[in-house]
Structures are given as C-alpha cells and as structure tokens.
C-alpha cells in the first residue's frame, strides 16, 4: 500500500491560532464550562466532572472509530444497535458459561474477548457489504441498525437480559474502578483517543482514509486501496463498539432493546462538532474528543438546572448537527 498521497488541508489560509474552524469548538467547550460553573456551584465538583467523563467515555470510544469512518466518506447508524445486541450477547455467554467455568474472572474475560470479536465481525460485515457489494453505506448501516436492535429484543424475549448478580460484583470494578482516582472508563477514552489521534495524523492509514474522504478517484489512481481501507475503517469502527460496550455492561448489569438508543446520533454529532468534514476528506480525533465533551456538559448543565427540560437535550444536539454542517458548507463555499 502507498503511502504517498499527500491530502491537502481543509484551510491552509488562516492561521491555526485565528481560524475559528479549529479554535470554534474549544472556544464553545470553554463558554460551557463557564456558564455551567455560574449557573451551579457543583458544576466544577470532582465529582461531578468524573461522573461526566465516564459517562461520555462510551460514545466517546465509538465516536474516535466514527471519525475514521466519516474521513474516508462513509458513515455508520448501526452503533447504537450494535452495541445493544453486543452487550446481550455478552451477557447470554457468561450467564451460559457460569455453571461450567464457575464466578470468577475466566468468565469475564471470555466475555469480553466475546464482545470484541461480535464487534470485528460486525463491522467487517458492514465493511463487507459497503465495499464488496457496492451497496451505499447508508443502507446497510440504516438495515443493520433495525437487525441489532430487533435481535436483541428477540434474545431478552422482549424484557431485559440480566447479568448474573455474582458475576456483576466481580465486573463491577471495569466501570466503577479506576487508577489513582480516575475511573478505568476514563482512562480507556484516553488511550484510544491518543492512539486514534497519532493514527489519524502519522501513519499511512490516516493519511489513506482522508485522500479516499477527499477524492475516491485520485486516491485510487495514486495506488491507495480504496476498498481495503474502507473496509478497515467499519472493522475498527466495530471493535471499538465492543470496547465501548465491554466497559458499560458493568454499569448497570443488564442489556434491553433500550440499551444504546441513539448511540449513533451522539457519536456523529461529536464528530462533526469536533470539525470532521461529515462528506469526508478530513478528520481529527482530538476535535472529536472536544465534541464529546461539548454534548456531555449540554446534557449535565440540564440536569442541573431547571432552565430547560433535560428532555430537550436530543433537540439541542439536532440544533448543533445542524448548525456545525452550514458551518462546514460556509467554509467550503469560502474555499
């Protein structure tokens, strides 16, 4: 595989330090914590700010693998379902598992190991479909999203499906553990955005997702293999579904046709607030970190206040979607 293909940044006029592009997010991330400090005195707690982090740490890990995605032109609205499905299915296997291999931690990890492979071969599925078949990725991801979710609805007969109550003390530690006082789900955020970013911007691949975003046609006339790198891209996609899951089925034990509802709305929108361009080209993670973050506070600062209703917060995230696209159309239309 080439590594040749120079991809030409999305403004090379401004600089980094005035182009609002890149400074807009942090700027918006800043003005949220400030009004959420003003508007409650628990805000800024440690506490509270953990408790926000471990939360977005599930869309967060999937919304670094959506930025990959999204960079090589494609898209994926079957996480959330995925996730569910991945999540029952891990808890079907150890529950089946515990008479034969007993409550300890063997158990644990054959179903995290579980959860890790139902994400590889999910994603290589859609992956498949998406460059094999030719088919538009927003059919296949819109087709498997309504598969996942009636899947698990189908497996949990259903109700809910329910870790067993020994099993969760011994799991319970993935979520509710941490190291020097920060939480594991935390520290796993952190790891594969740092990786993710040192992937997207110093490696070949990265560099191979944005020239097929930006130009299919150029990138395959330069020797770059379109379809071994899209395919790539929904394989990584998947595994860090089943990373994201593998740390919250110890939150709450338990797996329903209601577990990751909308999963998918919140990796793409952090993806695109974070300055990912959504029709491709160019990517970064640590925007992407940034727009997780941004969705985070919006939903913590309703909680907290009684301004507005909390269940507005989907609403005010389809605000967002759409206000972070006419930005991009707007910097488009410049260049």
Known sequence: MSDTVSVKPASNRASPFLDLHILGPILALIVLVVIGALMNPNFLSYANITNVLARSAFIGIIA????????????????????????????????????????????????????????????????????????????????????YRSLVTWLADGGTLSLDFGLREIYGPVYYGGLFGISWPIIIFALVAIIGEVVMRHTAFGRHCAAIGSNEKVARYSAVHVGRVRMATYVLLGILVGVATIMYV??????????????????????????????????????TVIGVLILSLIGNILNLTDMVSPYLNGAIQGVIIVLAVVLQRDKKAEG
């Open 64 to 147: 670094v693998g959506m930025t990959f995605v999204i960079t090589a032109g494609g898209l994926d609205l079957s996480v959330g379902s995925m996730a569910a499905f991945i999540a029952g299915l891990m808890i079907l296997v150890m529950n089946a598992l515990l008479p034969a291999m007993g409550s300890g931690v063997g158990v644990i990890l054959v179903g995290m190991l579980t959860a890790l492979v139902a994400g590889l071969l999910a994603g290589g599925l859609n992956g498949f479909l998406i460059t094999h078949m030719r088919i538009e990725a927003f059919i296949v991801t819109l087709g498997s999203m309504g598969i």
């Open 250 to 287: 110890p939150r709450l034990g338990s797996a329903s046709s209601a577990t990751g509802v909308l999963w998918e709305l919140e990796a793409i929108a952090a993806v695109i607030i974070g300055g990912t361009v959504l029709k491709g080209g160019f990517g970064r993670v640590w925007g």
